[in-house]
């Protein structure tokens, strides 16, 4: 990739991983680059949109909405998918997202969720710690999980994570055997998931490119007392999805 895109690209995240505006000059130091060069770069990425300047500094511009929209369009994330999501939330409080896997790679495609929540809406590489990744690492072929666990591998997220391929298998096959994933403090310290793999339409032979399960994430302290009303809330809410 030509510097000049990756560097742009590095700025566009600093911008979005901020939770204020960013003047150029904090950029140039987070990144180790010219202000020069930042200048330059911000200025072409302000003119399309991506980035906006304010007085305080940069944030994200308006097409960053737009971009969010058009990738979810191409994956056929139909207005009942969202509003699934806003229904849980209204109904149980939860954090509530809508996962994937696709080619090759498990992402956080949509979300309803409070500004404090400790998960967000994006690409998801540590999938063994986290409830929707379990969800969908156990609807995979064997030969396709191994091929993910092999490139994204079994890094410790907090001291509850499974971290041994042995033991996350046995953890699979109870989800599959479960059709639902649990994980307790193992992505996030204080946070308890439930996720439930949405149910693939019979179609032609083979496993589908892509899978898809919404979860619900809640603090440990909760967990118990909400467990079984989320759980079937979410299987509810899924069963009509598939």
């Given amino acids: ?76 994330l139909d207005e009942r998918v969202h509003e699934v999501l806003l229904r849980l939330r209204r109904s149980s409080g939860a954090d509530v997202f809508f996962s994937t896997y696709r080619d090759g790679e498990i992402a956080v495609l949509d979300g309803a969720a409070g500004p404090e929540s400790a998960f967000s809406v994006g690409q998801d590489t540590a999938a063994h710690a986290t409830a929707h990744g379990r969800a969908l690492l156990a ?55 439930i996720a439930v793999p949405v149910p693939v339409r019979p179609g032609g032979p083979g496993t589908p490119t892509t899978l898809t399960a919404v979860s619900a994430a809640l603090p440990i302290a909760d967990f118990a007392r909400l467990r079984a009303p989320l759980t079937e809330a979410l299987r509810r809410e899924v069963a009509a999805l598939g």
């Fill in 1 to 76: 990739m030509p510097q000049s895109v990756d560097r742009a690209l590095d700025l566009l995240d600093a911008v979005a991983g901020a939770a204020e505006p960013v003047t150029a000059k904090a950029l140039a130091r987070q990144l180790d680059c010219g202000l020069s060069t930042v200048y330059d770069l911000l200025g072409s990425l302000t003119e399309r949109g991506h980035l906006a300047r304010t007085a305080a500094g940069y944030t994200l511009g308006y097409r960053v909405p737009a971009l969010h929209q058009a990738f979810q369009r191409q994956l056929r």
């Fill in 139 to 193: 609807s995979l072929p064997a030969a396709a999980r191994r091929q993910y666990l092999a490139t994204s591998g079994l890094s410790a997220r907090t001291t509850r994570t499974i971290t041994t391929p042995d033991r996350l298998e046995r953890e699979l096959r109870r989800v599959r055997r479960d059709g639902i994933a649990v994980e307790r403090e193992e992505s996030v310290s204080g946070m308890a998931c």
